[in-house]
């Protein structure tokens, strides 16, 4: 069965890098057509799409985040890892990773979510 | 990007009774590319809704889907207990960005 499972630290400070990692198993990344996506939701909030990664290693980015995130993946071990750089306490929320299939519905099996604050 | 408006904001209704959500766009969704989610505290979205009236597998007959262009509605028959959530509507779509509305809460009365 597919599953999605996120890691990371769960405080960073202000103005460092935050690097997290979706482990997954159940599909592979180097099938055509699929992808895995990273969304956040700050406490109270609704989700928010940050970047996607596809099995041809296409990489999509929220626009007003471009510039501080960085997608990719390792096939090998079945991982797909997000950066952010020079995160501030509006970066603090759940952050998850999600998988798509092209022309399949969106967003069928979604990871756990892990709490990231940015505190000082 | 295209913005999603959901109304009301919050839904207070009793089991039984019917529901009904509103996600309205700021510009002519693609292909029916509109989703819906419900989310229950401490947990992940969950699809329930895709294509504007598909149910996702093993989601109940008691939800359905409808609306095209910028008008969208999810609608709960009757509710039960557990469908007690916030609900959110979605647009994706072959290229990102992908919008979320910003959610409705169906809480008991």
């Keep these: 069965q597919v599953t999605l499972k996120e890691s990371g630290p769960a405080l960073v400070k202000p103005t460092q890098n935050l690097t997290l990692t979706c482990s997954f198993s159940g599909f592979s990344l180097s099938t055509p057509g699929m992808r895995v996506s990273w969304l956040r939701q700050p406490p109270g909030k609704a989700p928010e ?3 996607r990664i596809d099995w041809d290693d296409g990489k999509f980015y929220r626009s007003s985040l471009k510039t501080r995130l960085t997608i990719s993946q390792d096939t090998s071990k079945d991982q797909v ?3 952010v750089t020079n995160v501030d306490p509006a970066d603090t929320a759940s952050y998850y990773c999600a998988r798509e299939t092209r ?6 099996f979604w990871g756990q979510g892990i709490l990231v604050t940015v505190s000082s | 990007d295209i913005v999603l408006t959901q109304s009301p904001g919050t839904l207070s209704l009793s089991p039984g009774e019917r529901a009904t ?5 700021s510009e002519s969704v693609n292909n029916l590319y509109l ?3 419900q989310q229950k505290p401490g947990q992940a979205p969950s699809l329930i809704i895709y294509a504007a009236s598909r149910r996702a597998t093993g989601i109940s007959d ?7 262009g910028t008008d969208f509605t999810l609608t709960i028959s009757r509710l039960e207990p557990e469908d007690f959530a916030v609900y959110y509507c979605q647009q994706y779509g072959s290229s990102p960005p992908y919008s979320f509305g910003q959610g409705t809460k169906v809480e008991i009365k």
């Design chain 2, 35 to 37: 989703a819906w989610y």
């Design chain 2, 21 to 25: 959500l509103s996600c309205r766009a």
């Design chain 1, 49 to 51: 799409w940050l970047a």
């Design chain 1, 81 to 83: 890892v997000l950066e």
């Design chain 1, 103 to 108: 022309n399949r519905p969106p967003f069928d």
């Design chain 2, 62 to 68: 008691r939800f359905s889907g409808s609306g095209s």
